[in-house]
C-alpha cells in the first residue's frame, strides 16, 4: 500500500485490477476542508489518460512491476519475440503492448521488459540508441551544424529532425524519450 502523499511521477499503483502510472500530482490544501491530491494517471495497459482525486493520505494498492532484460530476436506477424538470453525462454509482445517504443525497436537490441503479476505489460528502451540513416537529402559543402535541420530516416523505420551536413549510412545517436538526435557515432 502507498499513501497519497507519496506519490510521485512515475509511481505505479493498482486500481480496479488495472495498474496505473502518476504522470502528473498536486498536493492542494485548501484554506477551508481538508487537504486533497489531484493526480493525472495513465493506464499502462490501454495508455488511457484520467484524472483522479485522492484524499491526503488515503491509501491505495501500489503495483509490483518486475523486469527482466531481454533481448528483441525477431518478429511473427505483428507480435515482437523476445528472448532471455540466460534462460532461453520467450516472450512476445504486440505491436500495441510495445506501442510507440517500436520505432527504434533493432533485430539484436537488449531491452528492458516489465512484467505485472507473470505478465508482459512494457517494453522499456534504453535512452538512447545508435542507429544508421538510411534516407534523407545529401548533405552539401558549406552546410554547418548551427545551420539548420533536415528530416531524416533511420534503419527501424522512425523520422528524426537532424543537422543539414549528415548524409544516408551515417550513425547517429537518437535520444529515445524525446526522438531527438544527439550526435555522430563511429
Given amino acids: 500500500m502507498i499513501s497519497s502523499n507519496d506519490f510521485r511521477t512515475g509511481t505505479t499503483i493498482e486500481i480496479d485490477g488495472q495498474v496505473w502510472r502518476v504522470v502528473e500530482f498536486l498536493h492542494v490544501k485548501p484554506g477551508k476542508g481538508s487537504a486533497f491530491v489531484r493526480t493525472k494517471l495513465k493506464a499502462v495497459q490501454s495508455g488511457n489518460v484520467v484524472e483522479k482525486t485522492f484524499r491526503a493520505g488515503e491509501t491505495v494498492?501500489?503495483?509490483v512491476l518486475e523486469k527482466a532484460v531481454l533481448q528483441h530476436t525477431y518478429m511473427e506477424?505483428?507480435?515482437?519475440v523476445f528472448m532471455d538470453m540466460s534462460s532461453y525462454e520467450e516472450t512476445r509482445l504486440t505491436a500495441k503492448q510495445i506501442g510507440?517504443?517500436?520505432k527504434y525497436l533493432k533485430e539484436g537490441m537488449e531491452v528492458n521488459v516489465v512484467y505485472w503479476n507473470g505478465k508482459p505489460l512494457e517494453v522499456e528502451l534504453p535512452n538512447s540508441v545508435v542507429l544508421q540513416?538510411?534516407?534523407?537529402?545529401?548533405?552539401?559543402k558549406g552546410d554547418?551544424?548551427?545551420?539548420?535541420?533536415k528530416p531524416a530516416i533511420v534503419e527501424t523505420g522512425a523520422q528524426v529532425m537532424v543537422p543539414l551536413f549528415l548524409s544516408v549510412g551515417e550513425k547517429i545517436k537518437i535520444d529515445t524519450r524525446t526522438d531527438s538526435y544527439l550526435g555522430r557515432e563511429n
Fill in 133 to 140: 540513416i538510411t534516407e534523407t537529402d545529401p548533405g552539401v
Fill in 100 to 102: 510507440d517504443q517500436r
Fill in 61 to 63: 494498492p501500489q503495483a
Fill in 77 to 80: 506477424a505483428d507480435d515482437f
Fill in 144 to 149: 554547418t551544424a548551427t545551420g539548420g535541420t
